[in-house]
């Protein structure tokens, strides 16, 4: 198993950046895919990137290509979600989760830090 504990949120204002960190215990954190998501108040969680396990090759939720990037770090079992040209609309509880293969669910979460963007 591998444990996640995201942090780096905060209050910002639109246009401003922020960096996402996911930390990783446990397992080997290089063996898992990473992903990040989200959930604003009374809405579903959704997608917002993942990344392949040697971080080779990434994919965004149209809503935030161009402005997030994500990434890690394997030798310090770390994964990032940097955030620029934030927007009122991505204020949420962020997650970080990941999952053995393409194929399988995300089958660990973190607790979730809050983003909270204002105009």
């Known amino acids: 198993q591998v444990q996640l504990v995201e942090s780096g949120g905060g209050s910002v204002r639109a246009g401003d950046s922020l960096t996402l960190s996911c930390a990783a215990s446990?397992?080997?954190?290089?063996?898992?895919?990473m992903g990040w998501f989200r959930q604003a108040p009374g809405k579903e969680r959704e997608f917002v990137a993942a990344i392949v396990s040697s971080g080779g090759s990434a994919i965004y939720a149209d809503s935030v290509k161009g402005r997030f990037t994500i990434s890690r770090d394997n030798a310090k079992n770390t994964g990032y979600l940097q955030m620029n040209s934030l927007k009122p609309e991505d204020t949420a509880i962020y997650y970080c989760?990941?999952?053995?293969?393409?194929?399988?669910?995300?089958?660990?979460w973190g607790q979730g830090t809050q983003v909270t963007v204002s105009s």
């Open positions: 989760a990941a999952r053995t293969s393409m194929f399988n669910e995300y089958s660990y």
């Open positions: 446990g397992r080997t954190f290089s063996m898992y895919l």
